[in-house]
């Protein structure tokens, strides 16, 4: 079956880490997502992708960069200048005019 | 520019009554508009999508959306709920180019056996 897999279900940072949040999808979609979820504030947007090598900052991308080496794989790195990382992060890939599809998440816990 | 407005963060039906969960949104275009539903801890499930087709979309589940284009709505609704429906249940706006989208805050649905 197609879909996003994201990994891990659960990560825990260390104060002063880097740490880098999965995402593949083998639907074949040119497009990818990054989303942070916090209670009572829905989706926000952390960085996205319409083609390999290139991507561009969404409402949140302060703290977090991206790398889009290969259409499958756009992996989030949730970098120490982030000082608020607790959060869950959805990852998200779509065709133009069609829903996206999403993954089941990374739940990011300080340690 | 767009945005969506879900007027309800939080709506608590008895099981075997009907649901409505609003969404009111902007846009400066025909928008395509999206229903999706989150369990606790998962990603999130399409459950229907408008693309200037019919204004009554089925969806899963038994559920389905009316657009208004005069009311800018995008009302959710099942006429009997399910214990099964208690999720938070978020509606989408496209962007006019089809590739980026914008969320409403979500509603929490609580079922109440």
Known sequence: ???????????????????????????????????????????????????VNDFQKGDIAEGYSVSREKKESFPLTVTSAQKNPTAFYLCASSVSNQPQHFGDGTRLSIL | AQSVTQLDSHVSVSEGTPVLLRCNYSSSYSPSLFWYVQHPNKGLQLLLKYTSAATLVKGINGFEAEFKKSETSFHLTKPSAHMSDAAEYFCVVSSITGNQFYFGTGTSLTVIP
């Open chain 1, 1 to 51: 079956d197609g879909g996003i897999t994201q990994s891990p279900k659960y990560l825990f940072r260390k104060e002063g880490q880097n740490v880098t949040l999965s995402c593949e999808q083998n639907l074949n979609h040119d497009a990818m997502y990054w989303y942070r979820q916090d209670p009572g504030q829905g989706l926000r947007l952390i960085y996205y992708s319409q083609i």
